[in-house]
T-cell receptor
Framework: QKEVEQDPGPLSVPEGAIVSLNCTYS??????FMWYRQYSRKGPELLMY????GNKEDGRFTAQVDKSSKYISLFIRDSQPSDSATYLC???????????FGQGTRLTINP | DAGVTQSPTHLIKTRGQQVTLRCSPK?????VSWYQQALGQGPQFIFQ???????QRGNFPDRFSGHQYPNYSSELNVNALLLGDSALYLC?????????????FGPGTRLLVL
């Protein structure tokens, strides 16, 4: 079993829709949770960063962490074609050095 | 403010050869991590360098080695290349003083082993 599970998709939605992306994990020691966006043939770009449980909002993006369920989510409101990319969840243990990534979900927003 | 830079952007090698990839961290960052991303997969942690020493290592063989220079730039070396080493190699930098968890990635080096 992988430490971090993420549905690879692909996920295709119409422009303006609300998108929900999710990851589950097995290591209860994870304390830091991140979402990265990766365009084709580019490096991952940090979108959201959350410590422990709770919600964090930044513009059209909301990240949620539920440590009791070992489940994290990223919501994208008013989705745009420019949001089409692969979204990677990543986690780390407090004080640890390495990030553990999910497989990534490939998202397409259709105009 | 320059972000993380990597060179070269693309590389083609044959089995058994050796390769060196280079990374310059974001300005103000002193910690460099390397990741391997196979096609359709998430990045896998190789190792991290801080103060010119390898601080943590992932599940990769000794064929993968690295170095960090006093100016914080870093190299990833892979010996005896295998077909399975074909991947996107990502460098990420962070600042130990600001918390190691926020890592910023470069554009990557795409390695093809024939």
């Amino acid at each position: 079993q992988k430490e971090v599970e993420q549905d690879p998709g692909p996920l295709s939605v119409p422009e303006g829709a609300i998108v929900s992306l999710n990851c589950t994990y097995s290591n209860s020691a994870f304390q830091y949770f991140m979402w990265y966006r990766q365009y084709s043939r580019k490096g991952p770009e940090l979108l959201m960063y959350t410590y422990s449980s709770g919600n964090k909002e930044d513009g059209r993006f909301t990240a949620q962490v539920d440590k009791s369920s070992k489940y994290i989510s990223l919501f994208i409101r008013d989705s745009q074609p420019s949001d089409s990319a692969t979204y990677l969840c990543a986690m780390s243990v407090q004080g640890a050095q390495k990030l553990v990534f999910g497989q990534g979900t490939r998202l397409t927003i259709n105009p | 403010d320059a972000g993380v830079t990597q060179s070269p952007t693309h590389l083609i090698k044959t089995r058994g050869q050796q390769v060196t990839l280079r990374c310059s961290p974001k300005s103000g960052h002193d910690t460099v991590s390397w990741y391997q991303q196979a096609l359709g997969q998430g990045p896998q942690f190789i190792f991290q360098y801080y103060e010119e020493e390898e601080r943590q290592r992932g599940n990769f063989p000794d064929r993968f080695s690295g170095h960090q220079y006093p100016n914080y730039s870093s190299e990833l070396n892979v010996n005896a290349l295998l077909l399975g080493d074909s991947a996107l190699y990502l460098c990420a930098s962070s600042s130990t003083g600001q918390g190691q968890e926020t890592q910023y990635f470069g554009p990557g080096t795409r390695l093809l082993v024939l």
